[in-house]
Each structure stands twice: as structure tokens, then as C-alpha cells.
């Protein structure tokens, strides 16, 4: 009874979650899963949506709301005494998700649901349901469906062992530099290092491989041996090329073993490889259109890339004194290229973008566009500096505002949490079955800032602002949904491979001076950022914006060709090599080992669908050119303000997500908006 896992009424109780409550709260909710499993499953049972909700989806709701509490502390707060109680539970989780996915007779109660029955979302949800029954094993019979059963169990085992390793080896290494060595490194973040120095009782700058120290030092340490050591560390995390420290994270095994069975699985639901299966519920077609996309947009972004490669050496040369440089040097040329021709850093940027005024900023948006209101809320937290924020509409000036959604926001980097940002959802909207009542969505917006240093506001970098848009593109998808079916509602049931539209189309709104004025002020002056600076960043928006178009593509391709053309057992580090020699302008080290920490498709669920950044960012680009092009007028603005939100935002995954944007623009996407935003020349449709 005092089980916090078990505690279902009001928000989870994240300071209340110890390791020894994992293990009997999930027993006792798979146990409740498991029963109301069988009891749908009999013969005499109702084969009506509303009846499978009732006993059915509640059970698996409350299972998935207490798993997945325990699933985010294990990503933000990670303890030994956590991470065991979590992996003790992950192959019983697993089973059970695996078993209900393949259960011949919930099968057959959904397939014998008459479609008339339903209502549009319910339809929509029940082609999810079918599909994924098949994609889950459903079909298959003896032996091979208990393989099945075995393969998800050990890829989740296996996922979650990479991820461990990604995050042990980050946090493993630290290194102690001396005044001499942080020449050129910016104060805040020298200040930080010497912090935690003095932390761990040392004297000097303690610098670590988590991005808020590390890409600073990067760009801007004069010491050529501090980035080389830093570069080193940092690209040959978890593998065999690490220091005998991090080679005990090595995730080489892990990557192969996972690979064999990913085509193992694919081989037994009859496809041809694992690229197959991964686009089965995605919006591309084939693993050869998605190939044929990527290496178009590359052919198309490689002058640039090359111009932008031919500038860096030139200014190395004629500058530095650099006739040859390394692979940890380019980031420090590139800022000190970019400092040169637009007259402005990074540093000078940042000074700007205080956390609490940047969160201002972007709340006006999305309570202007989408007629919203965001207010600071209340609810049990997992550390400090993590808030809590609820979105409230009014349908009229004398209406008590309805709750539309919540969202935990936790901005900083911290030892024993994984890197990256992302955004999860803590419960979906749901017009429960089991009380009548309308469940409103809940989400985590997750990033990996700099913390505050001497009583001053953290400051963000404009990268850091980007990424901030980018996250709670995310959670507003998820929020401001009207769906009240919870299988489609939000993001749920939305193609992988769209639902990073919301996301990129948040992001535009970083470049927009009249945005910017309003959520800016000196750390020092409180002054906003300045026309004249801004004008300099604009400038410079799409400074090398072709290498990075062909960074991004490296890692998709390679990610395609390792899941359709590859051999379980074949040399990972070799096809990569020869992706690079396809793709890259600037080849790295023979050691390096970035694929060893590519969580997003070893552990992250873009396994063949990393390509998705690319696919999804024409589609947020044309979305955000209707806004272009509706900026001189008010009303029309508010008006596609008001589309956007009614046909890609509330209509969650109800829709497949071409008519969701078709709905929105009026036609198919193109190229042209993405091409143009990017520097580049604009070209045909994309299918």
C-alpha cells in the first residue's frame, strides 16, 4: 500500500521511488497485466473495442505508467541500486510486452471488430493494432514464435547494456588541466571546471567528456594536446580503441549480437533484413528510396560541403600557422573562421541566453501561436533544478482556463544521467474506459544544459537554444493533442519517420529577431540581444551548413546500409569507413569509434530510422514556409497558427501522417523550403 510505483491517483511520486519498490510494484501490475490478458482472451468474451479497453488496456496502462517512471529515473538518475532493480525487471517487462504483442487470440478479438463499430481514431488505432500484431509474431507458430520471444528479450537486455556502457564510459573519464592548458577556454566554463575540481578535492580544472564542458573545450582551447586528448577520449568511448580504464565499456559485442538477431527477427516475419522490417509502420516505402533520398541530398549538398572544407584549410593556413590539420583541430578552426568572418563568438552569443528568460521566450511563442497559456505547476521531483509546468486553454474570455496538458522540464547535465536531450511521455491524453474520464497528457522534456554558476542564470548556448524548441516540439505534440483515443493520441501511433516534424518546425522560430528580442537579456546589462549581433548569426546561419548536412547524412546511410547490406559478423567499423569515403569531406581517425556511442540506433528505437531527422526536416521546413508566407498579415497568421495546431498537432496519430500534412499545406511536401532554409539550391518533390 505504500508502494510509490502502485500509487496511480495525481502525478508519480519521483522523490519517493526507492530500488527495492521496482521489483513488487512490477510483479504485482504484471501479474494484474497478465490476468486481464487471459480474461479478454476467452472464448465467451466480448470482442468490442470498449470492453478489450476496459479490462485489457487499463491493466497495461498502469504497468506502462510504473515501468516507465522507473525507466526515466533509471535515465536521469542513475544509482547502482537502480540500475539492478531495473535490469532484474526488464526481461520479465519484456516477456510479458512480447507475449501480449504475439497472443494469437487477442489477435483474432481485434481482427473480429467490425470497423463500423468504431470511430475514426478507434479505426485508425485497430490497423495500428493488426499490423503490429504481425509485426510482433503473431503469425508465427512453434518454434519460431518462441525464437521470437527470446530475440526481444535479449535485444532489450542488450540495448540496455550499450546505453549503460555509453553513459559509464562518458562519465569514467576526467581530466585534470592546469592554467596553461585552459588558454582560451571561456570563463563560465573554466569556472565550472575549477569547481568541480575543488569537488573532488583537486587542484586545477576538472574537465569531463559531458558536452556542456567538452564541445567548449573543442572550439575554443589554444592547446593543440588538450583537444587532442579530449577528441581521443571522447570518439572512442566504449570500444576497444579506449584507454584500459574505458575499454572495460567496450560495446563491440554488444553491436554485433545485436545486428544478428535484428536480421534474425526479420528473417522470421519474412522480410528480407531488418531495413525492411523497420519501415513497415514508417512513412518511406523501402529501404531503397530512403538510400536513393539520402544519397540525393548528399550529391546536392557536396559543393558546399567541399567549399566549406577548401575555406577551413585556407584560413588554418593563412591564420593559424596550420598546414595540416587534425581531426581536433577542425571545430577550433571553425570557430575562429567563423569569429573572423561574422565578427562574433559563440561566448559573445550566450551572454544572451539565459535559461529563465529563454523559457519566457518560447512559452509567449506557443502561447501566441497556438492560444495556449503555460503556468508554472507543482509535483514531485527527481533532483534539484527539475520544474514542473501545466498548459491551460480558455475557449472564451470568461471561462475558467481547462487543463490541456503538464511537462517536467530538466535542463542540466549532471553524473549519472545519459546524454543527449530527448522528450517521453509520462501518460498519454485518454478518455479512460474504466471512470469516463479525460486523462490529460503528461511529458518530460529532458536536455543536457550547463548548470547556473555564481548565483547567475545558466546560460545556454544558441545551439542549446535550438535544442531546448526542438524537445518541446515534441512535448507539444504530444499535449496538445485532441485525440482521446490513447493509442493515436499525441505521438502516439505517428510514424517514426514524421514525428520529428514538430520538433524541427520549433526550431525556425530560434532565427526570428522578433522572437529573439523578447526572450534575451545580458547576463550582466539586461540588455536584449543586440540587431546588429543578431544580424551576424543570421549571417552565419548557414555557416558550413553543407558539412553538416553531410554529417547527418554519414550517419543515416550508414545506419540504412548496416541494417539491409551487411553480413551479422561483418567488420561495423569497415562499412563505416566506406560510408565516410561516400559521404565525408573530412575523414577522422582510423580509431575512431563514434558508432560504439550511437545510442539512437543501438538503443534508442531509430534502428534503419535515423534517416528520419532528414525525411521529417522537409516536411518541417515547407510547414514553417506557410508561416513565411503569412507573416505580413496578422490574421493570416493566427489562422495558419490555428491550422497548424488543429491538423499536426491535435491530430496526433489518429491520421497517417501525409494526410495530417497534406491537411495542413494543401499539397505534398518539397524540397524547396529545406534547401533554401539550409543555403542550398532548391530542387524537385520528394515522393
Known amino acids: 500500500m505504500n ?33 486481464a490478458l487471459h480474461t479478454v482472451t476467452q472464448p465467451g468474451f466480448e470482442a468490442s473495442w470498449s470492453a478489450i479497453a476496459r479490462e485489457l488496456d487499463v491493466a497495461v496502462e498502469r504497468l506502462s505508467c510504473a515501468w516507465g517512471t522507473v525507466n526515466h529515473l533509471n535515465a536521469v538518475a542513475d544509482t547502482p541500486e537502480l540500475r539492478a532493480a531495473f535490469n532484474a525487471a526488464l526481461p520479465k517487462v519484456t516477456a510479458f510486452y512480447t507475449r501480449m504483442g504475439a497472443d494469437e487470440a487477442l489477435y483474432a478479438k481485434y481482427k473480429a471488430i467490425g470497423p463500423a463499430t468504431l470511430t475514426p481514431a478507434q479505426r485508425q488505432a485497430q490497423r495500428n493494432a493488426l499490423r503490429n500484431f504481425v509485426l510482433g509474431g503473431a503469425e508465427l507458430q512453434g518454434q519460431p ?6 530475440i526481444q528479450e535479449r535485444q532489450a537486455a542488450l540495448s540496455q547494456k550499450f546505453s549503460e556502457n555509453a553513459l559509464d564510459a562518458t562519465d569514467a573519464f576526467t581530466y585534470l588541466a592546469s592554467d596553461a592548458e585552459m588558454a582560451g577556454i571561456p570563463a563560465d566554463i573554466a ?23 567538452y564541445l567548449p573545450v573543442m572550439q575554443f582551447a589554444h592547446n593543440r594536446c588538450l583537444r587532442e586528448t579530449m577528441y581521443r577520449a571522447y570518439v572512442t568511448r566504449a570500444s576497444d580503441q579506449a584507454d584500459s580504464t574505458g575499454r572495460a565499456f567496450d560495446n563491440t559485442a554488444i553491436m554485433h549480437e545485436l545486428l544478428a538477431l535484428r536480421e534474425e527477427e526479420a528473417a ?10 523497420s519501415l513497415a509502420p514508417k512513412m518511406a516505402n523501402n529501404p531503397a528510396q530512403v538510400i536513393e533520398f539520402l544519397r540525393d541530398l548528399a550529391q546536392r549538398a557536396r559543393p558546399f560541403a567541399e567549399q566549406d572544407v577548401a575555406d577551413l584549410r585556407a584560413f588554418a593556413h593563412e591564420h593559424l600557422k596550420l598546414d595540416d590539420p587534425q581531426p581536433w583541430d577542425w571545430p577550433y578552426i571553425s570557430e575562429k573562421l567563423k569569429e573572423a568572418r561574422y565578427a562574433f563568438n559563440e561566448q559573445e552569443v550566450k551572454q544572451y541566453f539565459g535559461l529563465p528568460k529563454v523559457l ?102 544558441h545551439d542549446d537554444v535550438t535544442t531546448l524548441f526542438h524537445e518541446f516540439g515534441h512535448g507539444l505534440h504530444h499535449m496538445l493533442t485532441q485525440v482521446d483515443e490513447r493509442d493515436v493520441s499525441g505521438i502516439s501511433g505517428v510514424e517514426w519517420d514524421a514525428v520529428e516534424l514538430p520538433s524541427q518546425f520549433m526550431e525556425n522560430f530560434c532565427w526570428e529577431y522578433s522572437v529573439l528580442q523578447h526572450m534575451t537579456a545580458h547576463v550582466d546589462t539586461g540588455a536584449p540581444l543586440p540587431r546588429a549581433l543578431f544580424d551576424k548569426m543570421l549571417a552565419a546561419k548557414n555557416f558550413q551548413s553543407g558539412m553538416q548536412t553531410l554529417r547527418q ?17 561483418d567488420d561495423i567499423q569497415a562499412l563505416l569507413q566506406q560510408v565516410r569515403q561516400e559521404v565525408a569531406v573530412i575523414q577522422p581517425p582510423a580509431w575512431s569509434r563514434t558508432a560504439h556511442t550511437f545510442s539512437h540506433i543501438f538503443a534508442g528505437g ?3 530510422g535515423y534517416y528520419s531527422y532528414k525525411w521529417a526536416e522537409v516536411l518541417s521546413a515547407d510547414a514553417y514556409a506557410a508561416f513565411e508566407e ?58
Not at 145 to 150: D, I, K, Y
Not at 374 to 403: H, K, M, N, Y
Not at 553 to 569: C, K, N, R, V, Y
Open 3 to 35: 508502494n510509490p510505483l502502485l500509487a496511480f491517483e495525481g502525478l508519480p511520486r519521483f522523490d519517493a521511488v526507492q530500488a527495492c519498490h521496482v521489483e513488487p510494484a512490477i510483479d504485482a501490475l504484471l501479474a494484474q497485466a497478465e490476468a
Open 145 to 150: 514464435r518462441q525464437r521470437f520471444a527470446e
Open 191 to 213: 569556472a565550472a571546471a575549477r569547481e568541480a575540481a575543488s569537488q573532488a578535492g583537486q587542484t586545477g580544472y576538472r574537465l569531463t567528456l559531458k558536452l556542456p564542458c
Open 268 to 277: 522470421l516475419l519474412g522480410f528480407a533484413n531488418f531495413g525492411e522490417l
Open 360 to 461: 519566457s521566450g518560447l512559452f509567449k511563442i506557443a502561447e501566441t501561436l497556438f492560444e495556449v497559456a503555460i503556468r508554472e505547476d507543482q509535483a514531485p521531483v527527481w533532483a534539484d533544478g527539475v520544474r514542473f509546468f501545466r498548459i491551460e486553454r480558455s475557449q472564451s474570455p470568461d471561462q475558467t482556463p481547462a487543463l490541456v496538458g503538464q511537462f517536467y522540464l530538466d535542463p542540466s547535465a549532471r553524473t549519472g544521467k545519459r546524454g543527449g536531450a530527448w522528450m517521453d511521455d509520462v501518460r498519454a491524453r485518454w478518455l479512460r474506459p474504466d471512470t469516463q474520464i479525460l486523462q490529460t497528457p503528461v511529458a518530460h522534456l529532458v536536455c543536457n544544459f550547463a548548470s547556473a554558476m555564481d548565483g547567475k542564470s545558466a546560460l545556454l548556448t
Open 553 to 569: 547524412i554519414e550517419f543515416s546511410l550508414f545506419d540504412m546500409l548496416l541494417h539491409t547490406a551487411q553480413t551479422p559478423g
Open 606 to 608: 531509430y534502428a534503419a
Open 630 to 687: 503569412a507573416a505580413s498579415d496578422p490574421t493570416t497568421a493566427l489562422e495558419t497558427g490555428r491550422c497548424f495546431r488543429r491538423e499536426i498537432l491535435e491530430a496526433g496519430g489518429s491520421r497517417p501522417a501525409m494526410e495530417s500534412f497534406k491537411a495542413f499545406r494543401g499539397r505534398a511536401p518539397t524540397l524547396e523550403a529545406l534547401l533554401r532554409h539550409q543555403g542550398m539550391t532548391p530542387v524537385n518533390h520528394v515522393n
